[in-house]
Every structure is written in C-alpha cells, then in structure tokens.
C-alpha cells in the first residue's frame, strides 16, 4: 500500500499479558516515529527511529515499553505486563529525512487502539 | 510547560462560516505541520510549513516564525469539515511536538 500501516487495529489484552503492535512505514521513509494518543488528547511522544537506530527513546514511560526497528523498516512495539493506564491508541509515523535542514511531511497510519482489562 | 498550545480546545460553528484554529508553539522550528484527525479514524497530514503561507482548497495555514504562530483558516466550513484539528512542530532535533488538538464541529 502507499500509506502507513498498523496492525492490529484494535487488541484488547489482559492485564498482565505482553502485547506487540507493529508499523510498516511508506517504502523509503527514513524517520520512524511511535506515539501514545490518550482519549482526547494530542499524541505523545514515545520514541525515534533513524533507519534501524533508534535515536530518541525519551519518551517511553517505563522499561516495559520497547521498541525495535531491525532492518531499518518495519517497526515493531512491545509492551510487556500490560497495565490498564496503557490503554491508549498507539500511532506509528513516517517521513523521508533528508538531513539537516531538509523537511517531509509526516504520514501517520491509522493507529493501534489497546484497550488493557 | 507545553511546547505547543492550540486554541480554542473546542469551536462550533454553523456551516458556511469562517473558522480559525490558533496554534503558539515555544521551541525552535524546521517545520510546522497541520493534521487532522477524524473520530476513530487515522491523522492525514493537511500543511508542512515552514514560512508564509499555503492554501488547499477551503483550507489556509500561514506561519509567523518571528512571532512563533501559526493560523488554519477554514473558509465556507462544511460539516464534513467536523474533525479534531492537531498542530505539531518539528523542531531543529527531528523532534515532534504535538497541540492537544482542537475538536471542531460545524452544524448544517
């Protein structure tokens, strides 16, 4: 496809269960990025992926959140222990990098709704 | 401290009118970008701007870097316009910061 793509689109887990969502960005798309989108609220940022380095994990909110980009491009998200406040939608993003100085627009996929029971 | 603030949180509007979406953001910039997120839908990129000023359709985004705001006009809103508005800066690092959106609503 030409877009972004996330699967699953919905996963529900129990509480406790490890969960893996992946990201397949646009062919080419050098930067990867994952956020965490809480109901009614912007995204947030969780981490940055230049090719399969990743560059930014900043925003992880616990090391039960990680995050690997092996080959530079599929991106996989894997939360280990789920817990209920991990409810959220997460998003997966793309842009081609050209460097410093050089812009893209971001394209998003549609999202991963992970509702913790 | 939010690096980026949107304004207003939430607008309705009749169809036909002319809305803007306000967004002031505090860190240096590459890029400015507009999104628009529809309920349970995915975010489609609507402007990257950098300077200036950029029109789709009925959609306008002009950008003041000395003054570090950014506009999204509506013209002639259509309540197929109705959707959550997202402002988001790039900043010199390649790192994203997002606006909490503004949700809007136009009534036919």
């Known amino acids: 496809g030409a877009g972004v793509s996330q699967s699953p689109r919905y996963k529900v887990a129990k509480r406790g269960q490890d969960v893996a969502l992946r990201c397949d960005p646009i062919s080419g798309h050098v930067s990867l990025f994952w956020y965490q989108q809480a109901l009614g609220q912007g995204p947030e940022f969780l981490t940055y992926?230049?090719?399969?380095?990743?560059?930014?994990k900043s925003g992880l909110p616990s090391d039960r959140f990680f995050a690997e980009r092996p080959e530079g491009s599929v991106s996989t998200l894997k939360i280990q222990r789920t817990q209920q406040e991990d409810s959220a939608v997460y998003l997966c993003?793309?842009?081609?990098?050209?460097?410093?100085?050089?812009?893209?627009?971001?394209?998003f996929g549609n999202g991963t709704r992970l509702t913790v029971t | 401290k939010n690096e980026v603030e949107q304004s207003p949180q939430n607008l309705t509007a009749q169809e036909g009118e002319f809305i803007t979406i306000n967004c002031s953001y505090s860190v240096g910039i590459s890029a400015l970008h507009w999104l628009q997120q529809h309920p349970g839908g995915g975010i489609v990129s609507l402007f990257m701007?950098?300077?200036g000023k950029k029109k789709h359709g009925r959609l306008i985004a002009t950008i003041n870097i000395q003054e570090k705001h950014s506009s999204l006009h509506i013209t002639a809103s259509h309540p197929r316009d109705s959707a959550v508005y997202i402002c988001?800066?790039?900043?010199?690092?390649?790192?994203?910061?997002f606006g909490t959106g503004t949700s809007l609503t136009v009534i036919p």
């Open positions: 993003a793309s842009s081609f990098n050209t460097g410093t100085g050089g812009y893209s627009p971001l394209h």
């Open positions: 988001a800066v790039r900043d010199t690092g390649n790192q994203f910061y």
């Open positions: 992926f230049q090719n399969e380095a990743q560059l930014d």
């Open positions: 701007l950098s300077s």
